[in-house]
Every structure is written in structure tokens, then in C-alpha cells.
């Protein structure tokens, strides 16, 4: 067969789309195939989103794509409602936080800000290829000497805090400096949903940093909605690929990843139809392109080991509950469209919660984050922790179990809300896995953790985006940085294959 395209793509998640039109607008001609009837991966569709609050696309991707960034971003910095144990919730917007008393709001002013200092001179790596241990090559290393440099530049005594601290547990560090309540439950969320952690666990201030730096790239510290929020973002990433002339096919799954000697050939879908390139790059998590897509008989015995013993087991379900109005808050006041709640009212409910669930138990009382999507008249709710392999599976009884304790848990926080449901769906991670091809149902493809980040991001001897086999990239977020709505994995991916030159 000879080849119509430079380059396929497997999968049109944000990322897969991110990477294709960086192809696409350097003039390659690219395809991309979707298993699913619609394009942005977890951003979902009006039926279910898997991702609802895609608030963290790089205004760096944003430009170098020339997207609308008037529609993208629309001066709509994040509401933020963290509710405690009683009370009505503390309103967050960045550093800010009213609702508390003085001496905790100015204690969370300095801390947001001293972090969100350390994550900027951290996320300098985030556009990176990350060097390769031992072997690293000029432009890998200037990356890593930037980040140096940035964090110098933090000074002295802000620089030995952030090596203090980076290693070490959110816990220790909030409970110190702000002390346990309804914020410390904000950061300690953001420092583990998604992951399979709890507070007390090492390594949670570094995946708080992740998302400080990934989450605050406007340099105000706020987090940002997409004018017209997921579908916006999905039409406009779609819309970049095709304007520079690549071809897009949804309801069109890979089945296998062709090998022709020991480069990368082409693909074959699961209708038997082969399309030939010399670059493929997936969008599907490290484990499914590499075991599933690819096969182990073209890896060596190691490699095999290694990215079978990656972590990737999802310990995030979402919810959907469809309401019949618009629920009130506690403490007055009703919730808004694009809203993000959050409901952890300490760290150690959310501690708590992961105990049950790092022992294969759904909490009682899981932490959740949710939002009001006015006009579809939903919530929908991140529920952690629900773990992958649960014990006994997820049955009907299960999903069930997780949604009434879901709900008991908001309408505390909105009252009369569990009144008002008139339907209600379950998305758990081994669903979500089966959905996207999403190992373990990760929310990052793989455990955003010490042991499987920069170099060792999905495992070692597989960062760089590129695969053993020459011509198979992965870009998705497996790959480095990892995942939320970002488009950075998706970018860089793109770019190591550019600079390859191999398409
Ligand atoms: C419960 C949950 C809630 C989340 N909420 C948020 C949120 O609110 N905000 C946020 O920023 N992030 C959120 N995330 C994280 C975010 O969804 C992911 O990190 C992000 O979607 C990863 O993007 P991606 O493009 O790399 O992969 P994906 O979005 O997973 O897309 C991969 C695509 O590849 C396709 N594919 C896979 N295999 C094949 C194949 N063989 N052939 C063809 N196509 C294939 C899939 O169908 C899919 O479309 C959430 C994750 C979870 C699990």
C-alpha cells in the first residue's frame, strides 16, 4: 500500500486533535480516526461528559494554533464554592478567598501565592520534551536548565522551601500554614483528584504544584472557562485540523497498530480496512497503544515488564444527576451555570474517603466536585474515591450505593437537591476504560506520581513521546505532562515528531 498520509492519529481526544493540527498546519497530511461518534475524548458530548470543566487549555497552544482566543477565553475567571462541614461555602476566585476569617484568607493569600511562584518556575518544563536518563540531547537539556533557572530565580530562601516541600505530603504542608477546613480541602483536592492518593500521601504537594502550574497559566492565578464551554473547544480544535487540510473519521476504531520491519507502517481498523503512514501517533492511553494496538511481540521483554507494571488504576467515577431546578446553596443564594463546587470540607474527609477506597471499599462519604450546567438542567459530579477493581465489581448495586451517598453528601451542601433529581447516570473508571480505551479508567492515562513523571512519564525507557518501535509517538496524557484539558501532551508529542523529520 503506498501511503496518502504523513502522519495518522489514533483517537480525537483534545489531545489527539492538538497534536493533528500542529501537523496539519505545518503542512502534513494527516487523518485522524476516532473509535467513538464524536470527537474531544473525555470532553464528551452533550449526552455525557466524562470532563466538564476544561479550564486549563494552554494559552500557549492556544496561540501557536491561532485559535479564537476572544471565544476561548472570555474574561471568565472560575467561581469557586468550597463547602465546610456547616456555614455557607467559602468563595474562592484564585488567591482569594471570602467567607473565612481574616487571618485564614490573608494565611491562604500567601500561600497561594508563594506556590503559585514555585508551580510557574516548575511548569517551565510543562511545553517540554523531557530529557532521557542518561543520554539527554542539547534542546532536552536547555528545557531542564530553564526550569533551573526559573527556580533560582524564585531566590534563596524560596527556592531550599520548594525543595523542602516538594517531595512531601499536602497534609503536613496545609495543616502548617493554613490549617485543616473547607480550604485546605479545596488544595488537597486539587493536589489528588485524579490520582490514587490520599493528603498523607508523599509526593501530593508536587501534583498540587502540577495543577497550580497547569491550572494558572494567565499569570493571575485564575482558572478560566472556554466561552461556550467544551463543545466550544472541541469545534474549534477540529476546526484547525481541517482548515489546514487534514481529515478527521469518528466511529472509526484501531485495531491494530502495523509494523513493517522496525518502523511504524500504517494501521489497520477493526473493519479490516488498512490506511499506511510512516508516523503514527496515539491518542490512547500508554497500555492500550502499546499492548493492545501494537502487540508485545514487537517490544522487548523489559519494556513489556515496565508498562505493564505502570500504575493506572482510575479512582474517579462520575455522576450525572438531572434536576428539575436550579439547587439553592446553603446559606442562600442559588447555584450558577459554570460554577465549581467543591465538597471536601477537610483534608481528612478526603483521607478518609481514600482509606476505604485504597482498600478496594467505596467511601461513605466520597469528596466531589461538581458543577450546574443550567441549560441541560445537570449536575455533574466527579465523585473520588471509586476505586477501578472494586471489590465485588461494579454492579448495578455499586453504582447505585456510590450515587445515594453521592447525594446525600450535596444536598447537605444544597439543600433539597435530592428531591429534585429526576434521573441519574454512573460513569465508573472500569466503564470509562471500556468507553475510551482509557487503561484502569485514569483520569491522566497512568498515576501522576514521583516514579511516572518528566523522564520516568508513562515509565522508564519510554518517555519522549517516542516508542521503540521508530515512527510510533504517544500523545496523550500519558505522556508527559499528563492529563486535564491541557493540549500540552498532544503538543509536544507533535513537535518531537516534527523534529524527527520523519514525516
Ligand atoms: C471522571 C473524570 C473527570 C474528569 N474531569 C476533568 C475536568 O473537569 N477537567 C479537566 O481538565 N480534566 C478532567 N479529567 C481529565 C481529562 O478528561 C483527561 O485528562 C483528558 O481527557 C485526557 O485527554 P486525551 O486527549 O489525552 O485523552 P482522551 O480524552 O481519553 O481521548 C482519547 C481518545 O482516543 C480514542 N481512542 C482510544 N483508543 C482508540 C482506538 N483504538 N481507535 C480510535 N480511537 C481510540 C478515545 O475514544 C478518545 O476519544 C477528568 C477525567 C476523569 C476520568
Redesign the pocket.
Known sequence: MSPRYDAIL???????LVAAAVLARKGRKVLV????GHL????GDADFR???????LRPEIAKALQLDQTMLYAAKPLDVLSFGADGPPVRVSGGLATGVDIATAEAYAALYARLGRQARALGAMLLETPPSLGKANLSEMAGLARMALKMRLLGKAEMRDLLRIVLSNAWDLLNDEIGDGPLAGLLAMDATL?GAMGPRSPGTVLTLLYRMASHSPHGHGLRVMPEGGPDALVRALSDCVTAAGGEIRTG????RILVDGDRAAGVRLASGEEIAAPVVLS??SPK?TLLT?LGVEHLDGEFVRRCRNMASR?M???LDFDIAQAPALRGGGALKSGQRLVLAPTMQAIETAFNAAKYGNLPDRPAL?ASYDGAAKRLSV?AQFAPYDLKGGWTDEAKAKLSASALTVLDEALPGVASTVTGSRV?S?AD?EA????SG?????GELRVDQLLMLRPFDGAAQYRMPVAGLYLC??GAHPG????GA??FNAATAALRDGRN
Open positions: 489514533i483517537g480525537a481526544g483534545h489531545n489527539g480516526l476516532e473509535a467513538r474531544g475524548g473525555m470532553l466524562v470532563a466538564p470543566l476544561p479550564y486549563a485524579g472509526a476504531p484501531v485495531d491518542n490512547a492500550t494496538l482510575g474517579v467515577a462520575r466536585e466527579s460513569m473508571p470509562i468507553g475510551y480505551g482509557a479508567g485514569h483520569w491522566h492515562h496523550g496524557a492529563g486535564d484539558i491541557s501532551a498532544g
